[in-house]
C-alpha cells in the first residue's frame, strides 16, 4: 500500500473513532439528562445556606403566627397532589386562567404571604437559585417539626411550573365528603398506599375546621354517629345553618391537643368525634379501621408512615433538569414578572 493511501487510511480511521466518541458522549449526556431528578441536599454548591435559612425563617415565623405551621402542612397536600410538586398552588389568577388556591376546593388556604417572605430571606442569601416548589415543600417539613412531628428527610431540585391547574384540580384533590374508596384510589394513583392515607390524614389532628365544611353533620338534624358530647361543643361553635363563609366560626380539630401533631387524632376518630364525614369514614371502613387502631396505639408506627407519605407526595411528578423554571417570585411566572 502506497503512502498516500496509508495516509487517507488514517485520517477515514480517526474520523470514524471520532464520530463514535462524540456519539457516545452525546448518548452519555442524554442519559444524564434523563436521569436528573431530586437528591438529598441539592443546593449544597449553589446555596449551601439554603436550607438552613428556610428552616430559621420557619422558626421565627411559627414564633410569632402559630397558625402558618397548619397553612405549610396543607400546602404541600394541595401542591403535590394536583398532578405536579411544582408550587402551582402559589400562582395568583391571570386575566386568563383562575388559580388553584382561589378554587372552592381550595376554601380556607391561607397565610401564603409567610411562604413570600421564605423567599424574600432565601433571595437575599442565593438569588435566582432555589425553587418555590422546594421552598413550598420544606417549609412544610420545618412546620412538621414546630407542630411536635418526625423531621423528615426530603430531597430537592424542584423546578416551578408556569401554569395553575385550577380546572382540573377537582380529578386529583378528594373533598372531605368523598367515599373511602374514591379518597384511596385518588391517594394510589401517585403512590400512597392505604396506611399512606390513614397516616397522611392525621394531619387533621392539628388545626381547625371552619364551620361551613361541616354544618352539613348538625343541620337540620345532628348526624347521629357523632359523640353526643361533641355535639354541644360542635353547636356552640357552629350556631348558624347557613355560616358565613368570611366568619371566623371553626372548631378545633382536636381539642386536646390542637396545636400538637400526635396520634390522638385516631383516638378521637374511633371514639366518634370526627369533624369531617371522611374522618368518620376513615375508623369505619374496614380497609382503613386496623391502621387507624394501630396507630392510635403507636404514635411511632403513626409517625414512621405519615414520614412515609410526605415524602412519596413530595416526590410526585416533580419538574427537574430543564424543565419548568426558578420563580423569581412565588405568586406569578417569570414570564409574567
Known amino acids: 500500500m502506497g503512502s498516500k493511501a496509508l495516509f487517507f487510511f488514517a485520517i477515514l480511521s480517526f474520523s470514524v473513532l471520532f464520530s463514535l466518541n462524540l456519539n457516545l458522549a452525546f448518548a452519555e449526556n442524554e442519559e444524564t439528562e434523563e436521569q436528573v431528578g431530586l437528591v438529598m441536599n441539592f443546593y449544597k454548591d449553589t446555596c449551601p445556606q439554603a436550607e438552613e435559612v428556610i428552616r430559621e425563617q420557619v422558626k421565627l415565623l411559627y414564633k410569632r403566627h402559630k397558625n402558618t405551621a397548619f397553612s405549610w402542612l396543607r400546602n404541600i397536600f394541595h401542591d403535590c397532589a394536583v398532578a405536579s410538586c411544582d408550587a402551582s398552588l402559589l400562582l395568583d389568577s391571570t ?7 382561589e378554587t372552592d376546593r381550595s376554601f380556607g388556604l391561607r397565610n401564603f404571604r409567610y411562604l413570600d417572605t421564605i423567599k424574600e430571606a432565601v433571595e437575599r442569601e442565593c438569588p435566582g437559585v432555589v425553587s418555590c416548589s422546594d421552598i413550598l415543600v420544606l417549609s412544610a417539613r420545618d412546620g412538621i417539626v414546630a407542630l411536635g412531628g418526625p423531621y423528615i428527610l426530603l430531597k430537592t431540585g424542584r423546578r416551578d411550573g408556569r401554569k395553575s391547574r385550577a380546572e382540573v384540580l377537582e380529578q386529583y384533590l378528594p373533598d372531605h365528603n368523598e367515599s373511602m374508596p374514591v379518597v384511596l384510589e385518588r391517594f394510589a394513583s401517585i403512590g400512597i398506599d392505604t396506611p399512606g392515607v390513614v397516616a397522611l390524614l392525621g394531619a387533621h389532628s392539628v388545626g381547625r375546621t371552619h364551620c361551613v365544611k361541616l ?16 355535639v354541644e361543643h360542635m353547636l356552640h361553635k357552629c350556631p348558624d345553618p347557613i355560616p358565613d363563609p368570611k366568619a371566623v366560626q371553626y372548631v378545633r380539630n382536636d381539642r386536646g391537643t390542637p396545636m400538637k401533631l400526635d396520634n390522638n ?3 378521637n376518630i374511633l371514639d366518634n368525634k370526627g369533624l369531617l364525614i371522611v374522618d368518620h369514614q376513615l375508623a369505619t371502613d374496614k380497609r382503613t379501621k386496623p391502621f387507624v387502631r394501630k396507630m392510635a396505639k403507636s404514635q411511632d408506627y403513626f409517625f414512621k408512615e405519615f414520614a412515609r407519605a410526605i415524602t412519596i407526595l413530595s416526590e410526585n411528578n416533580p419538574l427537574t433538569g430543564t424543565k419548568g423554571e426558578i420563580r423569581k417570585q412565588c405568586n406569578v411566572a417569570n414570564k409574567l414578572h
Do not use: A, I
Open 95 to 101: 386575566r386568563r386562567s383562575l388559580s388553584e388556591k
Open 265 to 267: 387524632y385516631y383516638r
Open 215 to 230: 354544618v352539613h353533620r348538625l343541620y337540620p338534624e345532628v348526624d347521629p354517629v357523632l359523640n353526643t358530647d361533641h
